[in-house]
């Protein structure tokens, strides 16, 4: 604990022993909240928010508790607990995948949230104190100051997924995110929120691992060939030619396709004990994976065990989304949207990406107009996306079936 004078009182910043994991008093995490406009407020002193964003620039990520209040996390993981059982999949590395949580207004009525806490996954993207700390201490893009010559720009959310770790052995391996969870070209490095829904103490497994400093490694390039990532993208982003390479659709496979590779980076492997309502921020380009609930956590959980987890990805509205083929809905709907900038798409489409900062004067017309995408246009593009989605997977097979000798 470390305790500053600053204005006249005394201002406690709370750490633990490891340098990269913060607490978040519930003072401080009102201040975060604060529509203050001048970046400064006693109860959130600069030293916590520096501290915080030179951890995540070194290391690539910060642990943060306290982000959320017991009463909203547990809104939260009532609305997660009923998606988990509502939504099955089909994959044998989760057994609950849902994209686009915050577009689900199906549970509400007349902007009541029902008893299954539908809106909860909404409020923790937008208006938590989640999206307030990148904007004020991550990427700088908040009043209080971070990078300075980007204290205006604007912060989205991008795409968020819920996912429940249950007895399936499988496991996505080392990774950054593919185009799927992170549709924007290479040259971004937006924040990746993975939120604990449920605690998962490491000797049990079934959370998430991360690489430190993978960000910045030597052999970060090695790893993106591997898998097939976004930064060896061609300018026309993602083609049938890429597709072909064999790289693409790889993202889980660094242990089969360079073992040695795999080692080292499993070497530098942190796991953590998370409790419910931890907050893990990531930077875009950080290595990570999923870890399989093990022999004790199988007993301890029970068969029925579906660790939940939220995950939610901000970037700046500058970001540009990918060229090529995509199954981003606002590309289907508009190919010309190919190459946008997310503050661009938002302007001329809607809220795809919704705005945190600068905080809208009414926020109320941003959920109005993503209601209306949600009901009136999301539904129309789902058969333009297996359409697409079938024909990546026909370039898949094509390039994995043996190729014939011509004489």
Known sequence: INIKRQKNCFCIIIMTTQPFTFTITPKQRAALLSTEDDGQHDDLPAELLSSMRETYKREGFVLVRGLLDEEFLTRLRGA???????????????????????????????????????????????????????????????????????????????????????????????????????????????????????????????????????????????????????????????????????????????????????????????EFDYEAGDCLFCHRWLFHRSVAINSDGLKHYGDDSALKRYTIRYEKGSARLLNGISLEPAILLDSRNSGKTLDEVCEKDGPYYPQWCPRLEESRDQKTKMKLLAEKVLPGLQEKRAKVLGEMFAIMKSAAEPKKESY
Not at 146 to 174: I, P, V, Y
């Open 80 to 270: 997660g607990a009923a998606l988990a059982e509502k939504n099955s999949y089909a994959g044998d590395t989760f057994a609950s995948l849902n994209f686009g949580a915050i577009f689900d207004f199906h549970e509400e009525d007349d902007g009541n949230v029902d008893a299954n806490n539908a809106g909860a996954f909404r409020e923790a993207a937008l208006d938590s104190a989640i999206p307030a700390i990148i904007a004020k201490a991550l990427l700088g893009t908040g009043s209080s100051k971070g990078d300075e010559d980007e204290t205006t720009a604007t912060l989205r959310m991008l795409k968020d997924a819920f996912m429940a770790k249950g007895t399936e052995q499988s496991s996505c391996g080392w990774h950054v995110d593919d185009i799927g969870f992170w549709p924007v070209d290479g040259s971004s490095a937006g924040v990746n929120t993975w939120l604990a829904l449920d605690d998962m103490p490491s000797e049990f497994g079934g959370g998430m691992a991360v690489s430190p400093r993978s960000h910045t490694a030597d052999w970060r390039r090695r790893a993106y060939g591997t898998i097939g990532s976004t930064p060896l993208l061609p300018p026309e982003g993602v083609t049938s030619d890429f597709i072909m390479t064999g790289g693409f659709g790889q993202t889980c496979e660094m242990s089969s396709l360079d073992p040695q590779l795999n080692d080292i980076i499993e070497s530098t492997k942190l």
